[in-house]
Structures are given as C-alpha cells and as structure tokens.
C-alpha cells in the first residue's frame, strides 16, 4: 500500500497492525469506498489519483477496478470516501487541543488514526436523516477555530497505511479496524457535553461512550442480553462481554461479576423471551447454498452452437478488445434472426425475430455484438440492400419505429439499443413519447408476420399499416440498471418472458490488444449474402379488391417442419413448461407462469435460427427440423428461463417493503460471492452488510425487515468464526430442508 519504508516506520510505531492488515482490499472488505492518492513522501500524497472521485461518494469501486489500481500504482496512498457510502464519519483532529476538545466532546472511539499532526477519530454514520446537523456541526467548528475537520459526505480522508507528503510520516492505525463495524459508535455528541448553540443535538445516540461506576453493570447486563439474543453460544457471549468491559468500563468490572452477569441473563433470557430464542434454531430448515461457478456458468452445448452462429460468434471474440462469449451468442441470434426474418417460419407461424439482452458490468464487454453487428452488415462485399437491417441505436417513440419498418425493403430491421435499462425507464412516464413503446414491442413479437399490423390514429391520414415486419431487439445494460428499470406489470404481461436474457457471469474478462482481426471473413460476409438473399414471396404485388387494406408485398415463407424424433420432443417439454406454468399460476405467481408459457415459443424462435445456421444452401430449406437444432433451441430458451426466474425473484417486486427484502438478500449473496472470490466460504454476511444493502431506508423499516424475513424462515442468525477477524453473528439465508 505503500513504500518500504512506510512499512518499516508503521511497524514500529504499530506492531500489533502489519501492512497486509490495511490494504486497500482489505478496506474493501469493511465496507469502504477507496480510490488512489498520489505517492508518498511527495506533494501529490493527499491528493486523489484518478481525474474524478465524485463517482465513489455514492457507489464504491468494484474489486476488479481497485485490483487494477493496486496492479497500476503498487507504491500509491490510498484514500477512504467519507459519508453513506462507507458508512464513516472521521474527526480529523489537527492538535493536541483539538484531540482534548473532541474527547471532551464527542464520543469515545476505539478506532483511531495517528497523523503527522494529530488524530483521525473514526465513527459510524448516523444515518441520512443526520445530513444538515452534520453539515451544521462541522461548519461551526470551522468558524470557532477548534482544530477539528470533520469529514463527511463529499469529504475523504487518507488511509491508514499511507505515507505523508513528508516521506517518514505513516498515517498508523490504533485499535482493531476489523471490528469496526462492531464496536465504533456513531458519531454522536457526548451526552451533557457536547449541545454547542445553533447545533442541534445528534438525533441518533451514540453505541460506543466510556462507562463510569454507576452504569457499568446494567450496561453490561444489555450487552450480554443483546449477544444472547442472536443465537451466540456462553463462552462466546463471555468472552465478548469481557473484552467490552476491559474497553467502555472505566475501571473495569470484576471479572467473578463479568461470569455472574452472563450466566443470570442467560437464565432470563430463556425465561422470558422464548420466542426470540427460537428464531436462531434451524429445525426443518437449512443453509440456503450459493452457487458454485459450475452453476454460474454457461453451458457450453450452448456456447458452441456450430454452423454461421459460431464462425459470428467467433468473429466477435476476435474483433474486440475484451467480450464474453455468452454475449457474442447474444448478437449472433440476433443477427441471423434479422436476416433470416420472415423468410422461414414454424408450422404455427413463428418466425425467426427476437428480443435479445446482453446484461453485465460496465468494461465486461457488452458492447461488443453491437460492434460485430455493424462491422458485418456495412462490411465491404456485403449485400447493399443489407444496411436496410440497421434500424439504429435508439428510438425516440413507437411511432419512429413504425415509421421505420414502413419503409420500403425494411421489414426485416434490426434495433440495436445501448443502455437498454435507461431506455425501458423512459418508456414509464404517461407523458413521455416512448410509453407506448412497450406496448407495441409485445404486439410485433408474437402476431403473425404474414397479417398486416394497423396503428389507427385520430385522423385517418396518419395510419401506420405495416404488411409484414419482422423486428428484432439486441439490448446492453448493466444488471442494477436493467432489472432496476423493469415492474411487476412487464413481468407478467409478457415482455419480460419475450425477451431472452443473456446475462454474464463469472470472473471479469481481461482485455486484449493483440491478435485482433477487425476485418470481417469474406466467407463469412459471403453466407451472411446468401441468407439475406433467400427469395421470401414479397416481390410479387398483390392488390386487395374488396376494398380492405392493400397490400403492396406480401412474403410467403418457407415452412419448416419438424421431423417424427423432434416432434416427440417438443410435445414433452412444452407438457412439463405447462405443468410448471398451472403450478405457478396456482401459487399466484404470474410472473413465472409468463415465462414457462412462452417457453415454447422462445424455444421454436431460437431452433429455427439454429436452422438457418445449419444451412449450407438455399436447398437445405426443404429439409425438416432435426432434434438437435429443436434441442439447442430448448437448451438456450430454458437456461434463460431459469436465471430470469431467479432475476425476477430478487429484483422484482410489487411494494416497496418487498423491494428493501430482496436488496437484503441480494447484498447477503454479493457478499458470500466475494468472499468465495478470495477462496473463503462463509454461511452469510455480518449485519453491517445487510445494513449497507439497506443505506438510506428508515432505521425503522431496516429493523421490520430482519424481523419480517425471520418469520417467513428466508433469514437466520448464526455465530461464525471467519478465517480472519473474531467470532460474530452472522446473518444467514435459509431454505426449507428437503424431504
């Protein structure tokens, strides 16, 4: 984290805190929001590193970004970003008078930070209903001259283990910032002491102050009381209690009276609180188990589908810097799905256009079939007419989509829309021109593409008639923003269930600079011709003479038919989507009926791309479906099926209560999947993760929602002793034990 001698001079001053104690990961850990300061024992020590740090006051850096940091500038000081973000407070204290007013003051904090001139006293946030008395309180102490900077929102402070401007000064931590989380209180004034004029007192009281004789045993008694009622066992809940006594008890307890108070409140505890005893047991219940990257991951039957999808597919991969392959699937459906538009189709009349979202993290590469997309369609050699499949990167209503498609030779269009998450936020607003956006996607998807499709408007000159269309969808967007973007209503509607998901996971791609080939195959561009040539019926004009809607073009698609072995197939999976659909509509649960209703037709959309895939000439048209094509077709359908299933679990919801439940459980399993990361597997996350999960809710509400999710056995406390740090009660979600 920082030089040698930096390293040197803080194990000196500090040996109990090694380096490795307080790297930047480690604060990561913690729940700290960290980015890079210059290098120590030069003038930029103290300042931030990256162009802006504006971003990390509201959101901290992902792991992969602070190990890239770390990998960059190995020598570099850190900082901590103050405020929610990290739920902290820091007194930076400039003197030795400012030290003594502030430990007259504020409260007592077992975490402190020795700087070349003072202290850095740190504190947990006391909430967001405390931003103008913190605002306030740091004001007035800058203008009565105190010495003391208070660092909150909008405000950072140097890391301990960083070195100063100076070269020799390291910035040493006094006391365990492992327990953090546990033991700092929130900031608070100290009661009788610190009611400064114009400053209204902290609307939270502090957890954490020094306990003089008086109060020392019923604090004591409260605290035993409180470890008792998480589940922790004696000789864990004694331990506990005697290290808080050794720090808040000024002078201690007796030991003899330490064991007598732990031992009588465990006796009154099981008398008089029962109930709240029983809601650590585990009967008929169990650890709800994280899934294992085999889980996480893509089938590789699926990856590698053969044919044109691979030969795009692989074009994608090496023509961008940095790609997952699940994503490059995503363009190449999508693609073929354009070209092959309405140019074959099922025996029930589906045809090959679909809804495609390339969901992951920012740098993940998501961007890239997007890319490949362009590259392919405006390629030297292409077909000229093949441009006419661009229907361009946004949409500014549903009529400029209808617009489009009304145009001459583009029936057949694709609509490629970056941040697709944004764009589904702006279809919300009654008065926005993209509102009926949504709607008319879900009318395209599904209705036969051979029938006109009609848009009436209160003046009949302004109809949208559209004689055939087949419109396609490749969407990006990162995870929070998409699934944050989407209600109850398109889940169970049936937009969210037309839409195949493809959504990354696993370990961050690197990005590659060498071995890109930008350039498309020839032979590749050449098939793609082929395709798009396909002769589909629409060149021959039919009139309508009964006075109805004329028809200008008409295509006539070529039917595939699935073989005798496929067709066996098909009936069976669509028996078991329809028992799971009359199991869920049972429950109430629409939103999941949605998707295993539209199983079937997702599956038949993506056999038939498979198809089109498969073709080595436009004389395998008359060959039927196999079973492996109408399989691949299932295989993608179903594993999209399931993590949107699991999606919708944990993002969608229908009340606001509903939504701070699934954000519980979402920054619970974020954190088991980091954890795991670093090669340690824990049952849960420690409260202060599910707090964080939680940052802005009403302290009341979070506290509805722990009690709420143990009643309804989602949620358990368990006491765990990680690999590093002390033993603590963790927060663990359960499942119903199998049979």
């Known amino acids: 984290m920082c030089s040698d001698t930096a390293a040197q001079a803080n194990n000196a001053v500090c040996e109990q805190h090694s380096m490795h104690e307080i790297t930047p990961t480690f604060l990561c850990t913690l729940g700290f929001s960290v980015f890079p300061l210059g290098n120590g024992g030069t003038p930029q020590a103290k300042r931030p590193r990256v162009p802006s740090w504006k971003p990390y006051q509201a959101e901290a850096p992902d792991d992969e970004q602070v190990e890239a940091w770390c990998a960059m500038w190995p020598e570099t000081n850190w900082a901590i970003a103050c405020g929610l973000v990290s739920n902290l407070v820091v007194a930076d204290c400039d003197s030795p008078q400012a030290l003594a007013w502030a430990e007259e003051h504020l409260c007592s904090t077992p975490v402190r930070v020795q700087t070349r001139r003072g202290w850095h006293l ?150 008089n609180h029962p109930q709240e005893q029983a809601l650590t047991a585990m009967d008929g219940l169990r650890l709800a188990s994280l899934p294992d990257a085999a889980a996480t991951a893509w089938p590789e039957g699926i990856l590698h589908p053969g044919g044109l999808l691979e030969q795009i597919m692989d074009y994608t991969m090496q023509s961008n810097v940095r790609t997952e392959r699940i994503f ?145 969808i490749l969407g990006t967007s990162v995870p929070g923003e998409f699934w944050s973007a989407l209600c109850d209503g398109e889940a169970v509607n049936g937009f969210l269930a037309r839409c195949l998901i493809f959504e990354a996971s696993g370990a961050l791609v690197p990005p590659r ?19 798009w040539a396909i002769e589909g019926g629409e060149h021959v004009p039919e009139i309508a003479a009964n006075g109805t809607v004329s028809l200008r073009v008409r295509p006539r698609p ?51 791309v498979r198809f089109g895939s498969d073709m080595i000439s436009p004389g395998d048209l008359t060959r039927p479906m196999s079973p492996a094509q109408l399989a691949w077709g299932w295989q993608v359908a179903e594993e999209c099926l399931r993590r949107t299933e699991e999606q919708i679990r944990l993002n969608i919801h229908s009340s606001d209560f509903e939504a701070c439940i699934q954000k519980a459980i979402r920054g619970i399993r974020k954190f088991q999947a980091e954890e795991r990361r670093k090669g340690r597997e824990v049952p849960g996350a420690p409260r202060w993760i599910v707090e964080r999960s939680l940052r802005g809710v009403p302290t009341r509400i979070v506290q509805e929602v722990f009690l709420k999710m143990a009643r309804q056995n989602i949620l358990r406390e368990l006491p765990f002793k990680p690999s590093r740090g002390r033993a603590a009660t963790y927060f663990c979600l359960v499942e119903d034990a199998a049979d």
């Open 328 to 472: 490059a699937l995503a363009g190449a459906v999508t693609l073929l799905g354009g070209i092959l538009g309405m140019r074959i189709q099922s025996e029930t009349g589906l045809t090959t256009n679909v809804y495609c979202m390339a969901i992951g993290n920012s740098s993940a590469g998501k961007d890239a079939p997007r890319k490949t997309l362009a590259r392919l369609i405006y390629a030297p050699g292409a077909d000229s007419t093949l441009a006419r499949l661009d229907g361009g990167a946004d949409a500014a209503s549903d009529t400029a989509i209808l617009n489009y498609l009304c145009r001459e030779g583009c029936q057949r269009a694709i609509f490629s829309l970056d941040e697709i998450g944004l764009f589904l936020k702006s279809t919300k607003s009654p008065n926005s021109a993209r509102a009926g956006v949504l709607k008319l996607l879900t009318e395209l998807y599904s209705s036969n593409g051979a029938t006109p499709y009609v848009k009436r408007y209160a003046s009949s000159d302004n109809d949208k008639t559209l004689p055939w269309r087949a419109l396609s």
């Open 513 to 531: 600079f060498d071995g890109l080939h930008p350039d498309p195959p020839q032979e590749l561009v050449h098939r793609l011709n082929t395709l």
């Open 122 to 271: 740190y504190y947990q946030h006391p909430g967001a209903d405390s931003l103008t008395w913190l605002s306030a309180l740091r004001k007035r102490l800058k203008e009565e001259g105190r010495g003391i900077d208070l660092q909150i929102d909008g405000f950072y402070v140097v890391a301990p283990g960083s070195l100063h401007e100076d070269g020799t000064t390291v910035y040493t931590l006094h006391g365990n910032l492992s327990t953090f989380r546990e033991y700092a209180p929130e900031f608070a004034l100290a009661h009788g002491k610190g009611n400064l004029a114009d400053v209204q007192a902290a609307p939270v009281a502090a957890t954490f102050c020094q306990i003089h004789p008086g109060g020392r045993h019923d604090r004591m008694l409260a605290h035993a009381g409180g470890l008792i009622r998480q589940g922790l066992e004696r000789d864990s809940v004694l331990a506990d209690t005697r290290e808080q006594n050794n720090i808040q008890c000024v002078p201690p307890l007796p030991d003899r009276e330490i064991v007598s108070i732990v031992d009588s409140t465990f006796k009154s505890e099981a008398r």
């Open 558 to 608: 070529h039917i595939i038919a699935m073989d005798a072995e496929a067709r066996k197939l098909h009936a069976a999976r669509l028996a078991a989507h329809y028992a799971l659909q009359t199991s869920a509509e049972n429950a109430d649960d629409m939103a999941v009926a949605t998707l295993h209703g539209r199983a079937g037709e997702n599956a038949v959309k993506l056999a038939l």
